[in-house]
């Protein structure tokens, strides 16, 4: 068995094709153009990457994009008190706080300081609260990403026994709380969990997200298996050189999994346009429009 690779690459850009359409229309037909404001502390290199790609795909679907860079000592008083302006800004409707935030920085205080309309990357704990319990929220991106791509597979994910490998609150409880809102039964399962690899082996559907790389193997799959990998983890290369590996050790999971996402290529892409669709849902729900089909939970 060769599983069928999962291109997120090019479910990415379709995504970010139809939220362009979208965006037109709102401009044309109703004077709106969603905004998204993206809030960097500090000069950590990976953040700086994420935040300008960001900003260039925020612009190239329509949308403004505001960015807020602040100095590495910034106190706490300050950034709440750009949030809050930030909130109150009929321009901006999706808010983003790049994580992580230097050390002498609350970021719970700081992402619930966020108005929950407004909150596109999913992280208030109105939104999490609200997810938990089946209602409308802003969903995490990276999960959402997951959850298309699932959608786009099988269709109906309804009966599905699926494993998360995982616990964080931004990808492994967001992650299960979605699949079971498709219906599917759901394990979180850890680094506590007795016999891990048997009880990965009982899923249709697994979700890696544990940040170790390559540490879901084939002989952890059932065969025929859907398996998507979060993790985006850099290894020794050899003769000083690195390169990108998931969670999963794709040779031996892809000869067993009927489908599997790569790493590059896979639930990466997918982030980043989730987060302008939820920037174009949360600036609908604001404006009583409806929202975009396929885009939204």
Not at 155 to 173: C, E, F, H, P, T
Not at 174 to 187: E, I, R, W, Y
Request: hydrophobic residues 45%; glycine residues 10%.
């Amino acid at each position: 068995m060769s599983a069928t690779v999962i291109d997120g690459k090019a479910f990415a850009a379709d995504v970010r094709a139809r939220v362009a359409a979208h965006v037109a229309v709102l401009h044309d037909s109703h004077g709106i153009t969603p905004g998204l404001a993206v809030v960097l502390v500090g000069e950590d290199p990976a953040s700086q990457v994420y935040v300008r790609a960001k900003g260039k795909q925020t612009s190239e679907v329509g949308m403004a994009s505001f960015e807020h860079k602040l100095a590495v000592d910034t106190d706490e008083a300050t950034l709440l008190d750009l949030i809050d302006r930030l909130n109150a800004d009929p321009k901006v409707h999706g808010i983003l706080v790049q994580l992580p935030l230097p050390a002498h920085l609350n970021s719970d205080l700081v992402i619930n300081r966020i108005d929950p309309a407004k909150d596109v990357d999913g992280f208030h704990i109105s939104n999490v609260g609200l997810l938990g319990t089946g209602q409308k929220a802003m969903v995490p991106c990276t999960p959402l990403g997951c959850l298309m791509l699932l959608r786009a597979h099988h269709g109906s994910l309804s009966g599905m026994n699926a494993v998360v490998i995982g616990r964080s609150n931004i990808v492994g409880k967001p992650m299960a709380n979605l699949l079971l809102g498709d219906s599917c039964t759901v394990t979180i399962a850890h680094s506590r969990t007795r016999d891990l690899p048997g009880v990965v082996r009982q899923a249709d559907i697994v979700i890696a997200a544990v940040g170790r790389p390559e540490m879901v193997t084939g002989d952890w799959i059932k065969p025929g298996a859907t398996v998507i990998d979060v993790g985006i983890n850099r290894i020794d290369a050899g003769e000083g050189k690195t390169r990108l590996v998931g969670d999963v050790d794709y040779a031996s999971v892809a000869a067993v999994a009927g489908a599997i996402t790569p790493v590059p290529g896979g639930v990466g892409p997918m982030t980043i346009a989730c987060l302008l669709a939820n920037t174009l849902t949360a600036c609908c729900r604001t404006n009583g429009l409806s929202e975009p089909e396929g885009l939204t939970v």
